[in-house]
């Protein structure tokens, strides 16, 4: 008859065996394994009973039903797959009305969704998981992709405006730098003011139109070196114009907040809002505003200013941080002044 036999081990684990025991000696038909705690001996011995079931052909007094536990530690991963990823990327798409592109198109949006790479390792993964094959020679029709994207831009609104339900009231535009693993550029990548801190490095600017909940409408790209308040107005204008019934107001930061710019928006008759400085304000309407404001979280008052009605709200918390830093600067220049240091860094604060 089979009996489980727990043994210590050198190693401090508990050994779980199936013996057989012959008047005082014993016989050990199967090893079962080292466990670590309770929890992991209590696994080994369901699977011993499972083994002498097995070979004695059996059946208990009280069957209990047997569970299936997979021990994660003792697994072994023999395949991945992202089917499923595929397929409902696929169907988000063609939700999108997007399903009629190239499926080179496709297959790399949805690869760089699933595990973002460069195009030559995505082409590698496609075939991998999915058994979709490309040629490395893609790099010569990736080009071409370009021309489809108008048509894109369209599927887009068409799903916010109909999907989504916006009204379009509002759209937000900003601006970021991508950079690349080189140093050698050209009339299109460009060193620029880096978002990265990439300083040296060719970069790209890319702006971007969205709904006021987030959703893209419209991208352009510029070069490396294109002062970001020059991107705006080229991709309002040619979203306006493609969509002549729609005439939203366009938020963007403050780094848009250029009267040479704004000065265009006002003479095409474009409604903004933009970020604005007080910095750049004269201290008679920096105190006005002050008085206006008195100090209370919360409080809102509007301005009248050379770029328009200016909205001001005040915040107890930004104005603590605000105050916490200034009183940093003032300590530093004070220690500054007391050893009489001199040099750059004295003169910056």
């Known amino acids: 008859m089979f009996s489980i036999r727990k043994v210590r081990t050198k190693s401090g684990s508990i050994a ?15 090893h079962i394994g080292s466990a670590k705690n309770d929890e992991e001996v209590e696994v080994l011995k369901a699977t011993a009973k499972r083994w002498i079931e097995d070979q004695t ?58 595990e973002p790479s460069s195009k030559l390792r995505a082409i590698s993964l496609l075939s991998q998981y999915f058994g979709i094959s490309y040629s490395e020679r893609i790099y010569k029709n990736i080009p071409k992709l370009i021309i489809h994207k108008s048509d894109i831009e369209q599927s887009a609104f068409k799903l916010a405006y109909k999907k989504f339900k916006e009204s379009f009231c509002f759209v937000l535009y900003d601006v970021t730098t991508l950079y690349f693993e080189t140093f050698k550029d050209d009339e299109f990548r460009v060193p620029g003011f880096s978002k990265d801190n990439k300083p040296q490095q060719p970069q790209i600017v890319i702006g971007l139109l969205t709904t006021q909940s987030g959703f893209p409408l419209a991208y352009e790209v510029f070069s490396g070196n294109t002062f970001e308040g020059n991107t705006m107005l080229p991709i309002v204008e040619e979203f306006i114009i493609k969509h002549q019934n729609i005439k939203p107001i366009i938020v963007a930061d403050a780094a848009m907040l250029d009267e040479e710019r704004l000065e265009e928006l006002r003479q095409k008759k474009i409604s903004y809002i933009v970020g604005a400085r007080l910095a750049n304000a004269s201290l008679t309407l920096v105190k006005q505003i002050h008085d206006h404001l008195q100090c209370v979280n919360g409080a809102v008052s509007r301005f009248s200013s050379k770029h328009g009605h200016l909205i001001c709200d005040f915040s107890s918390k930004r104005y603590k941080k605000e105050t916490f830093e200034l009183h940093k600067q003032i300590l530093k220049a004070e220690e500054l002044v007391a050893k009489q240091s001199s040099g750059n860094r004295v003169k910056f604060v």
């Open 16 to 30: 779980i065996q199936v013996v057989r025991y012959v008047g005082h000696s014993s016989r050990v038909y199967k």
């Open 57 to 114: 052909a059996q059946s208990s007094l009280f069957p209990v039903q047997r569970q299936k536990i997979l021990q994660v530690e003792r697994g072994e991963c023999v395949n991945v797959t992202h089917w499923f990823a595929w397929k409902f990327f696929m169907s988000c798409a063609e939700e999108c009305g997007l399903n009629g592109f190239p499926a080179l198109l496709l297959d790399l949006a949805i690869m760089r969704l699933i």
